[in-house]
């Protein structure tokens, strides 16, 4: 980069095509990102104190720590997290677990798993996971020495394993001499196999409860199934786990307005569950709104649970508390922000904080404290090639069209980098509750009413009356060819069935009947093959009478989740200037819905046509098999068994 100043030209077009202050929330994908960014300034003393409960864990000082980090919407409760992140493993401190969403908060035990395996499988340092770090240190422990550094035996495992495929019964079996009180062997090999990038994705579905194709099970030397809901299994991983590193388990997104089936709030049934952490190497971080915290933890009224809240404060006794942003915080932000966009464009501003006027920021800000967020949209607001902007123009309350395209582009891509945040996650998701899936496509559904995708109009989303079919068929789509003024309408019902065994046999025996019905026809959406003769031959007679089976993949469902997401909190914030109208027209201007593979197929008339001697086996054959969608490329500004036991020292690395 030159020393000169870039051509004021170059600047300007740059500013036209492109506002850094349009990313202004941090997202859970921000959480994630190896590369940290903030304003180390901001929030500063709340992260002092995080840290001071991490070490009193570490030294061994506690056992167990806990904190609610209270904090108005747009404080950076998630920034805060995200540097914590990031802190930890550079400075090799702790395993750092985030659960950011809650979908059944009666099965909230279950996702607490779910969390931990996933957020395990987020790297700790490049190229190597936290599952694979975990996994040297109880092979080093086993020998009593370290060979070779945690990389190089991540690199080298594959090869040793392709020389001596017995080496994992080797490991599994020596480090679990070393382990007299575990439960569970196969807990060790599990986490071995996660050195196997192959494995690795099988290893964690297995961890985290979800059932393994026999043959996967089998390669791997583990149980096809178990209990994952089982608390005491989560137990048993954790105090495995936190033999060797600390855990920090940090809940975000705790004041969506969820509540269970024992009617506690989504914070309160989060919050219950540190009262079963006990006597293990554990920080739990809570972080919520300040009336969340008052209304809902520290003074619940008429909570049904009310000593199980008391017994979770025994654990959590600490509240730390974020600021608003005085204006030295302000001005840092808002150069911190203007300094990555220049770099990453390669270009010298005339001054630090062009194109605003450094003198009239400082007088606009010293009114009073201000949030993050707040500071972010009038920077957004302001955003402009002209000269230096002055505080006291008028600034007008309705953006152009164009930035509010821009902004509303953002937030999407945003929501959409969440959704591909943890794909192997989703995948597993979507396959264990596919009533995801049906969800979704709901959603989109509704959106197309009166719309047309390849020439199919779509008439009405009809619930599924009949009790007989109402569980396999939620919901029918009524269509019609878009130029038939007096054709037959058609009812297309949605039938996601990611079932096996019997369970797939006997919801295909009654999708037959369901297809049957007058001007009716079955869509089954799957992503797996179909096994066994019966669910074959009830899927082949699907097809033969009208029907269809559409095989997708979860790129096929990603943008639909990533809207889902987007209309579902947009709510949620109160200074979110968009509306859901806005998003719509967006959604619409781009065809993110009207050029889904997956919705067309649902709409588009089969012609897959069955010859008479066709057999069984090839039934994948008449699936219609979908394009991938390519894994879109972000690009956002973050601001964010029959082996003895061995000696392990006998081993080569």
Known sequence: ??????????????????????AKVTAQHNVWSNDYSGVTSINQSAFEQVLALIDAVDTGKSEVEGAVIIGERGLGKTQLLARLHHHLHLNDKAFFVYMGE????????????????????????????????????????ARGDRPCTVEHLVNQFPSI???????????????????????????????LWTLIPEAAPFAAMWLAGKKLADDSAKSLGLPPDRDGDSFSYTSDLLSLITRYKTVVFCFDELDTPNISSLMLTTAQAVFSLAKDFYKKRIVLLFAMFPKTYREEIRDPIDCPMNTTILAAKDRVRNEIKLEELGVEASLALIEHRLQEFYTQHSVIPPDPFYPF??????????????????????????????????????????????????????????????????????????????????KALRFAFDHLIDQVVDEMKIFAVIDEQDKAYKDIVPFKVKVRKADSQKGHYAFIGVAVIQKTGVSLTKALEKLVKFNELNQTRACLIRSDDIGGKMARGYALEIIQKGGEWVQFHTDHIAPVLALQSFVDKLGQDDQEPLTEQQIWEYVNQERILINNPLIKEILSKPETRVSKDFKLSDLANLASKLERIPKPTFTTIDVSTNSVATDLKDDVI
Request: glycine share 2%.
């Open 1 to 22: 980069m030159s020393n000169e100043f870039t051509d004021p030209k170059i600047i300007n077009q740059l500013i036209e095509q492109h506002n850094p202050f349009s």
């Open 102 to 141: 809650y979908e059944n908060l009666d099965k909230v035990k279950s996702e607490l798993l779910q969390a931990l395996v996933y957020s395990l499988k987020r790297e700790y340092r490049p190229n190597v996971t936290q599952w694979q770090v975990l996994a040297a240190e109880m092979y080093f422990e």
């Open 357 to 438: 006027d450094r003198e009239k920021l400082i007088q606009f800000f010293s009114n009073g404290t201000a949030i993050a967020r707040k500071v972010l949209r009038y920077c957004e607001e302001n955003w402009t090639p002209q000269p230096p902007v002055g505080i006291d123009m008028p600034i007008d309350p309705k953006p152009k069209k164009q930035t509010i395209t821009l902004q509303i582009k953002d937030r999407y891509q945003q929501h959409l980098q969440d959704v591909y945040s943890d794909i192997d996650k989703l995948e597993a998701d979507l396959f264990e509750e596919p009533e995801k899936i049906t």
């Open 161 to 191: 394993l392709g020389k001596n495929p017995s080496r994992i019964n080797d490991w599994t079996n020596g480090i679990a001499h070393k382990l007299e009180s575990l439960k569970n062997i196969y807990l060790i090999r599990a986490i």
